[in-house]
């Protein structure tokens, strides 16, 4: 590769990448620029007006049906379970495979299973499987399990890229070192593989923060977010839609710049005390 | 205030209002927990979910599939203290005693059952009534009477080779079976024994010729949620298609002229009502009926009229409008003060008139109801594949 | 000793047991329900073959499979060809690692908004009076609205393509920055061409990116129902969508066999693209 | 620090499935040894170290520490401490905390331990980094903490596994220097793992050289370059040439041998052999003349086949019938006098004395 | 073969950025020629490769091959071939397929390409081998592999990136053997990066000693070792003291200096000293003897700070005021008969022909 000069190769890419992502954000555009509308705007252009009025009647105004609030409340409880879970549920089983043991060949297709099968079926599993034994779904007890289905087999996929990476070099220095197996786990192995942690945590609540058919047919009597944005689709006409599309986005796109902002906080204090 | 008790309701949005619930905590101190959800999930969560819920707002044709399933219980018609003012539609059938029942599941077929702990549905009125009804309407098609460029007199007025690929019916498939019999029975393709309960051949005629339409590119798209239906219509995608009234008055609320149009077949009627959930009893179910009568009571009926349904008892929901208001939306006469929405936003002006005139006109010009058929699972094979085709 | 030899069974359990209760469980239920019976109201456990027998000797079955699979080739295939020049373009011709992050994060935003929203904003931009024909128009370059745009096969695919090409980029991404930018200098050092450096060694080492994408295209495209339906304004069918519709009139035990037999073709399929690559290895 | 103790591995073997990756090895490192195992890749040195430490089960035989039978001991209970290949530092710790981990674990005070920890990276000159990470540290810097995480724990014997591979040559050769100058100061046994031969020589006391899973001779160096036991030893510690055949002749005194080719060459001791037993010996590259005048059976005649330059010395190998390779080294002034080229045939001597009987391999 | 060709670097300068990797380096390599590139880490022996290569762009400066300039041509068109530190072998062909490559990029029929990779693969011993993947090669297998895929070019100029870092010591020094054989074989220049002295003495024609982007000395490996130009190369070269202070006074034919410590040394030369100037000598290890009986100038008194054994010989460190390191070869035999102890103090002692004259470093 020739270091310094750019082949004609780069700027069609260049020019094919920028396409893409005008195409991928295209779409988003349209929504926030439509949320702008003015109060009697629809849902499609042209606009009518550019007001704040759907910001407003989203945030501070009872809808005429359905509770935004509550859906957004549960949404992030679910989420936070199933992020605190999946960082749980797939640390372990990270470590389980780390060591050979009868039937993990099995389970890992298991996972890579709860991956592909589409996630109607797994929601029409869950939903008939509650129904045949009665018990009543929840949003926090069967949904919560179909959100685990989604998000565990790409937590343990991720742990098994970190471990693969892992030098248990670590691990016996500590151990050599008088480090208890606890000690050990606390004081290396948890601290070294901690971003990998968050970055499953974080990816664990964005997937099920936006979960839909999985959680279609498993919610019980109340609404997740996005099955509300989905009832709101079928009775909703006017642009507040767009509003909480425009301000859900700029949600998630808050907690994460804020995740990145605090790392960036970090290595620069870090850094500081360095250099001082 | 006096009443601590909360209940859990859903329904189809169309009906399940916060602003009810609101005025049933200010009035009457019960909670309402509303959550609102599309036609199929509905039916789904009576079924397959008994517990999920207190009140159930659903549909008369799906209560015509559910309350078998044996999670709703009758409500015992001594209890309702506006029983007897209840529009007739929902108890003999007959909106005056010389109409005729109309076809499909009428509310009236599935309106009761024959004891407290009956699942079968009763030939006339008993004291078990399955679902209060709470809205009702009868549809027909709306149009853009700006693109549309010709009077339209006929549900077969949708098949005009002019509208070609701007039409759209509902893709719900015991609805949209019915806006198509009533369009192939317009246009003389077949002449049904009843409609709301065809035969397999008869189906098998009206699905063929959905095909045939659906091939030649009659439809733009098939709509199953509210908005959908206001968004093909505003967009301009299509200019003729099988609406809903609010639908039309959501429209028309952007700044775009649309029409509920009367046909000479007359209408498609749709009703719902309010079930309890059999799981419901002592306080709970005191205060579900306590609900049920505050709901008929007037407020709501009125709240309900207003936007553009009719509500179960016309003479208690009188007295919450004013008459201006009153003969505009159930006489059909001309506003003379300008119309608000229950929002209090102008609906329109002074001197405007309502489609389709008064709720006499309408209602007592029902063609058929939504409903469920015997053949129903040949039906809805045969609709899957009128949709894939 | 045996402490250490238990705690990878302890270790392994949580994850057992979810999976057994909300995988395993769940589809040995629809197994089960797929051989009960039902008529317009209700289902009930019974052993009878007459749903699959139903399933499979509909035409509409058959017909909707097809137009599935269609999804999922053109999908496939569009979506590889996007997410591998996308992939290609971020490891190879972008040099600093942060500027990859940046771009890389930059294709994901827009999966933070919810799918629906997303799905239906494309309805005020390509319907027939939508922001693309008006544009179009105005240019002069149409005279007439493009009606294929919106609620037809183009449109389905078009967000199928946006919403899924990411988890294609992503795999094939990082098996891109996998490779030794050594075998590319010496390939270079053979004589081979750009075109030549892409065949011979940078698509042969990608594969397990390109199959482990492929995976995940696929399952999503199979299993969708709400794109079709949005996008194609109710006028195309996928299996999803028919199952969609069975669940939604009671039909469970269709919808369990249909469900059956989507399973049955998507472990096909994806077993049939094991077969190329060891995803285990690949991580 | 006189904790120094001797160690004992009694044939100590690991067995990996049906795999003999060590093969009942016994070895004694008296007190305050400086040990090294040697031996090609594979042959069972880290196996043989990671045992000592704890870190790997001992399928069978045992091991001791001073009197005390370790065998079945945790790591950090045995006395030993280990420097691991790539050092193993704690990425996520300073340079303080890494050598103050082991006081971190036995719960000593935070302020106690990392005044310890500082004495201990006073001892390697690096404490004017404690508060670095490791990242940010070169590869010898490095191997100062971890060495110095290693001592802080006050063991008896300390065991280095290839401390020097990371190294480059120029600081290869600073840091084993210091390495040994700890040893001595310390006082204790420090068992490393290298597989160049020439590291062995220039830091042991004790050279353990293994082949196969087992020790083919352990002894001090200069014991190991002049009398390597076997071939194999000979081979690996380089400079020796080694010539296999099979006895002709046993006379008083000495025997004589022929190679496959033809050529016989003469033993100056005939200890167990006897006339048809193969038999090994070896000479040092060293102690070959160039030119003629060989005693009978002391000499051969070699195509010269590489030239090499080795600073003080040039190395030209060679070969003759039955003789793949031999290799003579000339003094750097003497070569370039009379200076020899690629396909010379050249006549070499040496005397009996030089040459050295080899056992054969236990391994073998 | 006969298209060896000259390779010429004309004041190539590569710059990454504000910082200087290679430094206008000016060098002539005869066609035919085993070139090496040594010095430390980081001191632009890959980034010099490279620009010869093609991979890398030149910021100024020309190369020349031959009779062409080439600083702008494909890699693939220049007539030099490379081979990649860790060999780039393509992991998903196989051997034949390998080697066969640029004959496929080049459009060689199947059959033609693989009977073609064959004999190469046959004049590297890898023929039998021809099925496998580069993942099922030991470390010195693919090297050959990777040594007979750059050869199938038919290069002029083979340019290879620390070929045996890979390899285990014992395997090394066979390899190397065999590249040199190789070469002169093939009559073709190689040019081999490597930072061990040894390798590039034992190996090449012209050692190129680089540092800091800059080259120290370019010669012969007797002459580099022989006559270091500047005290780094003498340090790097090893088996030299560099002694450094200042000139106290130039006589006729030779001139002393003082090291910081005060002692004086003399310098049997005068060429650009004059009194106050700072200078550089060089004395070879194995040059000095122990014991009294020093000239003037020619001596001092140390203290042993280590010992190590180096089989032939013992290598004594020592310590004196102003002189930090000085080492001393003692032959074994002589060592052991009268062995030091680490503390000693131990007069040493050179003649004044041993002294060799420094000059300052370009780099500096
Ligand atoms: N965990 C293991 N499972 C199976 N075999 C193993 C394992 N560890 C080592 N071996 C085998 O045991 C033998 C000795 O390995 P060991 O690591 O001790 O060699 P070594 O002398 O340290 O080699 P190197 O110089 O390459 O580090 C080798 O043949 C190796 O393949
Ligand atoms: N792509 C690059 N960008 C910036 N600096 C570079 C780059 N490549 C090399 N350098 C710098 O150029 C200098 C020379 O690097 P080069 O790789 O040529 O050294 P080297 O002599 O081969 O070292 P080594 O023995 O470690 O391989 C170094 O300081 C290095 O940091
Ligand atoms: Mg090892
Ligand atoms: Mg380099």
Same mark, same amino acid.
């Given at each position: 590769?020739?270091?310094?000069?750019?082949?004609?190769?780069?700027?069609?890419?260049?020019?094919?990448?920028?396409?893409?992502?005008?195409?991928?954000?295209?779409?988003?555009?349209?929504?926030?620029?439509?949320?702008?509308?003015?109060?009697?705007?629809? *849902?499609?252009?042209?606009?009518?007006?550019?007001?704040?009025?759907?910001?407003?009647?989203?945030?501070?105004?009872?809808?005429?049906?359905?509770?935004?609030?509550?859906?957004?409340?549960?949404?992030?409880?679910?989420?936070?379970?199933?992020?605190?879970?999946?960082?749980?549920?797939?640390?372990?089983?990270?470590?389980?495979?780390?060591?050979?043991?009868?039937?993990?060949?099995?389970?890992?297709?298991?996972?890579?299973?709860?991956?592909?099968?589409?996630?109607?079926?797994?929601?029409?599993?869950?939903?008939?499987?509650?129904?045949?034994? %009665?018990?009543?779904?929840?949003?926090?007890?069967?949904?919560?399990?179909?959100?685990?289905?989604?998000?565990?087999?790409?937590?343990?996929?991720?742990?098994?890229?970190?471990?693969?990476?892992?030098?248990?070099?670590?691990?016996?220095?500590?151990?050599?070192?008088?480090?208890?197996?606890?000690?050990?786990?606390?004081?290396?192995?948890?601290?070294?593989?901690?971003?990998?942690?968050?970055?499953?945590?974080?990816?664990?609540?964005?997937?099920?923060?936006?979960?839909?058919?999985?959680?279609?047919?498993?919610?019980?009597?109340?609404?997740?977010?996005?099955?509300?944005?989905?009832?709101?689709?079928?009775?909703?006409?006017?642009?507040?839609?767009?509003?909480?599309?425009?301000?859900?986005?700029?949600?998630?796109?808050?907690?994460?710049?804020?995740?990145?902002?605090?790392?960036?906080?970090?290595?620069?204090?870090?850094?500081?005390?360095?250099?001082? | 205030?006096?009443?601590?008790?909360?209940?859990?309701?859903?329904?189809?949005?169309?009906?399940?209002?916060?602003? &009810?619930?609101?005025?049933?905590?200010?009035?009457?101190?019960?909670?309402?927990?509303?959550?609102?959800?599309?036609?199929?999930?509905?039916?789904?969560?009576?079924?397959?979910?008994?517990?999920?819920?207190?009140?159930?707002?659903?549909?008369?044709?799906?209560?015509?599939?559910?309350?078998?399933?044996?999670?709703?219980?009758?409500?015992?018609?001594?209890?309702?203290?506006?029983?007897?003012?209840?529009?007739?539609?929902?108890?003999?059938?007959?909106?005056?005693?010389?109409?005729?029942?109309?076809?499909?599941?009428?509310?009236?077929?599935?309106?009761?059952?024959?004891?407290?702990?009956?699942?079968?549905?009763?030939?006339?009125?008993?004291?078990?009534?399955?679902?209060?009804?709470?809205?009702?309407?009868?549809?027909?098609?709306?149009?853009?009477?700006?693109?549309?460029?010709?009077?339209?007199?006929?549900?077969?007025?949708?098949?005009?080779?002019?509208?070609?690929?701007?039409?759209?019916?509902?893709?719900?498939?015991?609805?949209?079976?019915?806006?198509?019999?009533?369009?192939?029975?317009?246009?003389?393709?077949?002449?049904?024994?009843?409609?709301?309960?065809?035969?397999?051949?008869?189906?098998?005629?009206?699905?063929?010729?959905?095909?045939?339409?659906?091939?030649?590119?009659?439809?733009?798209?098939?709509?199953?949620?509210?908005?959908?239906?206001?968004?093909?219509?505003?967009?301009?995608?299509? =200019?003729?298609?099988?609406?809903?009234?609010?639908?039309?008055?959501?429209?028309?609320?952007?700044?775009?002229?649309?029409?509920?149009?009367?046909?000479?077949?007359?209408?498609?009627?749709?009703?719902?009502?309010?079930?309890?959930?059999?799981?419901?009893?002592?306080?709970?179910?005191?205060?579900?009926?306590?609900?049920?009568?505050?709901?008929?009571?007037?407020?709501?009926?009125?709240?309900?009229?207003?936007?553009?349904?009719?509500?179960?008892?016309?003479?208690?929901?009188?007295?919450?409008?004013?008459?201006?208001?009153?003969?505009?939306?159930?006489?059909?006469?001309?506003?003379?003060?300008?119309?608000?929405?229950?929002?209090?936003?102008?609906?329109?002006?002074?001197?405007?008139?309502?489609?389709?005139?008064?709720?006499?006109?309408?209602?007592?010009?029902?063609?058929?109801?939504?409903?469920?058929?015997?053949?129903?699972?040949?039906?809805?094979?045969?609709?899957?594949?009128?949709?894939?085709? | 000793?045996?402490?250490?030899?238990?705690?990878?069974?302890?270790?392994?359990?949580?994850?057992?047991?979810?999976?057994?209760?909300?995988?395993?469980?769940?589809?040995?239920?629809?197994?089960?329900?797929?051989?009960?019976?039902?008529?317009?109201?209700?289902?009930?456990?019974?052993?009878?073959?007459?749903?699959?027998?139903?399933?499979?000797?509909?035409?509409?079955?058959?017909?909707?499979?097809?137009?599935?699979?269609?999804?999922?080739?053109?999908?496939?295939?569009?979506?590889?060809?996007?997410?591998?020049?996308?992939?290609?373009?971020?490891?190879?011709?972008?040099?600093?690692?942060?500027?990859?992050?940046?771009?890389?994060?930059?294709?994901?935003?827009?999966?933070?908004?919810?799918?629906?929203?997303?799905?239906?904003?494309?309805?005020?931009? *390509?319907?027939?009076?939508?922001?693309?024909?008006?544009?179009?128009?105005?240019?002069?370059?149409?005279?007439?609205?493009?009606?294929?745009?919106?609620?037809?096969?183009?449109?389905?695919?078009?967000?199928?393509?946006?919403?899924?090409?990411?988890?294609?980029?992503?795999?094939?991404?990082?098996?891109?920055?996998?490779?030794?930018?050594?075998?590319?200098?010496?390939?270079?050092?053979?004589?081979?061409? %750009?075109?030549?450096?892409?065949?011979?060694?940078?698509?042969?080492?990608?594969?397990?990116? &390109?199959?482990?994408?492929?995976?995940?295209?696929?399952?999503?495209?199979?299993?969708?129902?709400?794109? =079709?339906?949005?996008?194609?304004?109710?006028?195309?069918?996928?299996?999803?969508?028919?199952?969609?519709?069975?669940?939604?009139?009671?039909?469970?035990?269709?919808?369990?066999?249909?469900?059956?037999?989507?399973?049955?073709?998507?472990?096909?399929?994806?077993?049939?693209?094991?077969?190329?690559?060891?995803?285990?290895?690949?991580? | 620090?006189?904790?120094?103790?001797?160690?004992?591995?009694?044939?100590?073997?690991?067995?990996? %499935?049906?795999?003999?990756? =060590?093969?009942?090895?016994?070895?004694?490192?008296?007190?305050?040894?400086?040990?090294?195992?040697?031996?090609?890749?594979?042959?069972?040195?880290?196996?043989?170290?990671?045992?000592?430490?704890?870190?790997?089960?001992?399928?069978?035989?045992?091991?001791?520490?001073?009197?005390?039978?370790?065998?079945?001991?945790?790591?950090?209970?045995?006395?030993?401490?280990?420097?691991?290949?790539?050092?193993?530092?704690?990425?996520?710790?300073?340079?303080?905390?890494?050598?103050?981990?082991?006081?971190?674990?036995?719960? =000593?005070?935070?302020?106690?331990?990392?005044?310890?920890?500082?004495?201990?990276?006073?001892?390697?000159?690096?404490?004017?980094?404690?508060?670095?990470?490791?990242?940010?540290?070169?590869?010898?810097?490095?191997?100062?903490?971890?060495?110095?995480?290693?001592?802080?724990?006050?063991?008896?014997?300390?065991?280095?596994?290839?401390?020097?591979?990371?190294?480059?040559?120029?600081?290869?050769?600073?840091?084993?220097?210091?390495?040994?100058?700890?040893?001595?100061?310390?006082?204790?046994?420090?068992?490393?793992?290298?597989?160049?031969?020439?590291?062995?020589?220039?830091?042991?006391?004790?050279?353990?050289?293994?082949?196969?899973?087992?020790?083919?001779?352990?002894?001090?160096?200069?014991?190991?370059?002049?009398?390597?036991?076997?071939?194999?030893?000979?081979?690996?510690?380089?400079?020796?040439?080694?010539?296999?055949?099979?006895?002709?002749?046993?006379?008083?005194?000495?025997?004589?041998?022929?190679?496959?080719?033809?050529?016989?060459?003469?033993?100056?001791?005939?200890?167990?052999?006897?006339?048809?037993?193969?038999?090994?010996?070896?000479?040092?590259?060293?102690?070959?003349?160039?030119?003629?005048?060989?005693?009978?059976?002391?000499?051969?005649?070699?195509?010269?086949?590489?030239?090499?330059?080795?600073?003080?010395?040039?190395?030209?190998?060679?070969?003759?019938?039955?003789?793949?390779?031999?290799?003579?080294?000339?003094?750097?002034?003497?070569?370039?006098?009379?200076?020899?080229?690629?396909?010379?045939?050249?006549?070499?001597?040496?005397?009996?004395?030089?040459?050295?009987?080899?056992?054969?391999?236990?391994?073998?």
């Amino acid at each position: 590769m020739n270091s310094e000069r750019r082949g004609p190769g780069f700027y069609v890419l260049t020019a094919f990448f920028v396409l893409f992502v005008l195409f991928l954000y295209g779409p988003m555009t349209t929504i926030f620029i439509l949320s702008f509308q003015g109060p009697n705007g629809g *849902l499609t252009f042209p606009m009518n007006g550019v007001s704040l009025r759907w910001f407003e009647n989203l945030l501070f105004e009872q809808q005429a049906v359905g509770d935004f609030g509550g859906a957004f409340s549960r949404s992030l409880m679910l989420g936070i379970m199933t992020m605190l879970t999946t960082v749980v549920v797939s640390l372990l089983a990270g470590l389980a495979f780390r060591r050979r043991f009868l039937g993990a060949g099995p389970l890992f297709y298991l996972a890579i299973a709860s991956l592909i099968v589409p996630s109607i079926l797994i929601s029409l599993g869950i939903g008939l499987a509650f129904n045949v034994f %009665g018990l009543e779904p929840a949003w926090y007890s069967s949904g919560f399990g179909a959100h685990l289905t989604w998000t565990l087999p790409f937590g343990l996929l991720i742990m098994f890229a970190v471990f693969n990476r892992f030098n248990p070099a670590y691990e016996e220095a500590a151990r050599d070192l008088g480090a208890t197996p606890w000690q050990t786990f606390a004081h290396v192995v948890l601290p070294i593989i901690l971003p990998s942690l968050i970055g499953v945590g974080l990816f664990g609540f964005t997937l099920s923060y936006d979960e839909f058919a999985r959680t279609l047919m498993t919610s019980g009597s109340f609404n997740t977010l996005p099955l509300e944005i989905y009832g709101m689709t079928t009775n909703v006409t006017t642009p507040v839609l767009y509003a909480l599309g425009t301000v859900t986005t700029v949600f998630s796109m808050a907690v994460i710049l804020l995740a990145l902002a605090v790392i960036a906080v970090l290595r620069k204090r870090r850094a500081r005390r360095l250099a001082g | 205030a006096q009443n601590p008790i909360t209940l859990r309701q859903f329904g189809t949005g169309v009906s399940n209002l916060n602003a &009810i619930a609101e005025k049933c905590k200010a009035d009457l101190g019960i909670t309402l927990q509303m959550t609102a959800l599309d036609s199929d999930a509905v039916s789904q969560r009576v079924v397959t979910q008994a517990n999920s819920f207190d009140i159930a707002d659903i549909e008369y044709w799906i209560c015509k599939k559910v309350f078998a399933a044996g999670t709703l219980q009758p409500m015992d018609v001594k209890k309702i203290k506006y029983y007897d003012q209840i529009v007739p539609i929902f108890t003999t059938g007959k909106l005056t005693p010389t109409s005729t029942i109309a076809q499909g599941t009428a509310p009236s077929t599935v309106g009761f059952v024959e004891g407290p702990e009956s699942k079968t549905f009763a030939k006339a009125p008993t004291e078990w009534m399955t679902l209060i009804p709470t809205i009702y309407n009868a549809d027909t098609l709306g149009i853009r009477p700006d693109l549309v460029g010709r009077p339209i007199k006929n549900w077969k007025d949708i098949l005009d080779p002019a509208f070609k690929g701007k039409t759209s019916i509902l893709n719900i498939p015991s609805i949209g079976i019915m806006d198509a019999a009533m369009i192939c029975e317009s246009a003389g393709i077949i002449k049904y024994g009843d409609k709301g309960n065809m035969t397999k051949a008869e189906i098998d005629v009206t699905i063929d010729f959905l095909i045939k339409t659906k091939k030649a590119g009659q439809f733009r798209a098939f709509w199953k949620t509210f908005d959908e239906s206001v968004n093909l219509m505003a967009s301009g995608e299509v =200019v003729i298609q099988s609406m809903w009234s609010p639908a039309v008055a959501a429209v028309r609320s952007k700044g775009i002229p649309c029409v509920y149009q009367p046909l000479e077949e007359g209408y498609r009627a749709w009703g719902g009502g309010l079930g309890i959930a059999k799981h419901l009893k002592g306080a709970q179910l005191d205060a579900a009926y306590e609900y049920i009568n505050w709901y008929l009571s007037g407020w709501v009926g009125a709240y309900l009229n207003r936007q553009g349904y009719y509500s179960a008892v016309l003479s208690t929901a009188e007295k919450n409008m004013s008459p201006d208001e009153w003969a505009f939306w159930m006489l059909g006469q001309p506003a003379k003060t300008d119309i608000l929405s229950p929002e209090g936003k102008v609906m329109y002006t002074a001197g405007a008139v309502r489609d389709g005139g008064s709720f006499e006109q309408r209602m007592g010009a029902v063609a058929c109801w939504n409903s469920v058929m015997d053949e129903d699972r040949y039906m809805v094979r045969r609709w899957n594949e009128f949709i894939a085709a | 000793m045996t402490l250490s030899r238990i705690a990878p069974y302890l270790q392994a359990t949580p994850l057992t047991a979810i999976l057994a209760a909300f995988l395993v469980l769940p589809i040995a239920t629809i197994v089960m329900v797929s051989f009960w019976d039902y008529d317009s109201i209700q289902i009930f456990p019974a052993f009878v073959f007459t749903n699959y027998e139903e399933s499979l000797t509909s035409p509409v079955t058959w017909s909707t499979y097809l137009n599935t699979l269609k999804y999922t080739v053109i999908v496939w295939a569009v979506t590889l060809l996007i997410g591998f020049w996308v992939a290609y373009y971020l490891a190879f011709h972008i040099r600093s690692a942060t500027m990859q992050m940046v771009l890389f994060l930059v294709c994901t935003i827009p999966f933070l908004t919810s799918n629906i929203i997303r799905m239906i904003s494309w309805i005020p931009f *390509l319907g027939r009076n939508g922001l693309l024909n008006q544009t179009l128009m105005t240019m002069g370059l149409i005279d007439r609205p493009l009606e294929f745009l919106l609620f037809s096969d183009f449109a389905v695919v078009l967000a199928m393509v946006h919403l899924y090409t990411l988890f294609m980029v992503t795999p094939i991404f990082n098996t891109l920055m996998r490779i030794d930018r050594a075998l590319i200098e010496a390939a270079r050092d053979a004589g081979a061409n %750009g075109f030549q450096i892409l065949t011979n060694v940078i698509i042969p080492l990608a594969k397990p990116g &390109i199959a482990i994408g492929s995976i995940f295209v696929v399952t999503l495209v199979m299993g969708d129902f709400i794109t =079709v339906r949005f996008m194609s304004g109710g006028q195309s069918a996928s299996v999803g969508l028919m199952m969609a519709n069975q669940i939604a009139l009671l039909q469970y035990p269709a919808a369990a066999a249909n469900a059956v037999i989507l399973l049955v073709l998507v472990l096909l399929l994806v077993g049939a693209i094991l077969r190329i690559v060891n995803i285990r290895k690949e991580l | 620090m006189t904790k120094a103790a001797e160690i004992e591995l009694i044939e100590v073997t690991k067995r990996y %499935g049906p795999a003999l990756a =060590v093969d009942a090895v016994s070895l004694k490192i008296p007190a305050g040894t400086y040990c090294c195992l040697l031996g090609p890749s594979g042959c069972g040195k880290t196996t043989t170290l990671r045992m000592i430490a704890g870190h790997e089960s001992v399928s069978s035989g045992d091991i001791r520490l001073g009197p005390a039978v370790v065998t079945d001991l945790a790591p950090a209970k045995r006395g030993t401490a280990m420097m691991f290949q790539s050092y193993a530092l704690f990425p996520h710790l300073d340079i303080v905390d890494n050598v103050a981990f082991s006081l971190k674990m036995a719960g =000593v005070a935070k302020p106690a331990r990392r005044g310890r920890a500082m004495e201990m990276l006073k001892l390697v000159q690096m404490d004017h980094l404690a508060e670095r990470r490791p990242a940010q540290l070169s590869g010898g810097q490095q191997q100062r903490v971890a060495l110095a995480r290693a001592l802080i724990t006050d063991p008896q014997v300390l065991l280095l596994d290839e401390p020097l591979s990371a190294l480059d040559p120029f600081l290869k050769i600073k840091v084993r220097q210091e390495l040994k100058k700890l040893q001595l100061q310390l006082g204790i046994s420090f068992i490393h793992v290298t597989h160049s031969q020439e590291e062995a020589m220039a830091l042991s006391d004790l050279v353990v050289v293994m082949n196969g899973g087992r020790i083919e001779q352990a002894a001090a160096p200069r014991e190991v370059f002049n009398r390597p036991s076997t071939a194999f030893v000979a081979r690996f510690m380089g400079d020796h040439n080694v010539l296999a055949g099979r006895v002709s002749r046993v006379a008083e005194g000495n025997a004589t041998f022929e190679v496959p080719g033809g050529a016989s060459f003469t033993v100056p001791d005939t200890e167990g052999l006897e006339a048809g037993a193969p038999v090994e010996i070896a000479v040092r590259t060293d102690r070959i003349r160039l030119g003629d005048g060989a005693a009978p059976g002391c000499g051969l005649t070699g195509l010269v086949q590489n030239i090499e330059y080795h600073g003080q010395k040039v190395q030209v190998a060679l070969a003759a019938p039955g003789v793949d390779e031999f290799a003579v080294q000339v003094p750097e002034t003497a070569f370039f006098a009379a200076p020899l080229a690629i396909g010379d045939a050249v006549p070499l001597a040496w005397t009996a004395q030089d040459v050295h009987l080899l056992k054969p391999s236990p391994a073998a």
